[in-house]
């Protein structure tokens, strides 16, 4: 079995990940982001920029509380509800997910 080494990026919020994208996207594959975060740029939006911007990198997007309506994420992301568990995201990039209620609508 081979296994993945994953790099993580952490920002503080969806502007400060906006902010450091241009220079560290060649190198992200999967974009993992809660709806609610501090700052202007919401999880959602945060989204769209990113499949807009960089096209190749997966999107998942993640709420307790909210569930997200016709548009509000790009076709390509994904929608986990918490509480969700690692197997969710870690398989997400290799398989499609395990949960009917993932699926963005």
Not at 92 to 103: G, K, L, N, W
Request: with cysteine; charged share 20%.
């Amino acid at each position: 079995m081979k296994m993945r080494v994953f790099r993580t990026y952490e920002a503080d919020n969806g502007d400060a990940a906006i902010a450091m994208l241009p220079e560290y996207a060649h190198t992200i594959t999967l974009l993992f982001s809660d709806v609610d975060m501090p700052g202007d740029t919401k999880g959602f939006a945060l989204a769209h920029h990113v499949a807009e911007n960089y096209p190749w990198i997966e999107i998942v997007i993640g709420s307790g509380h909210l569930r997200p309506k016709a548009g509000d994420l790009p076709d390509k992301a994904t929608f986990v509800s918490k509480p969700f568990n690692a197997q969710m995201i870690h398989g997400h990039p290799r398989e499609p997910c395990p949960m009917a209620s993932c699926r963005s609508p």
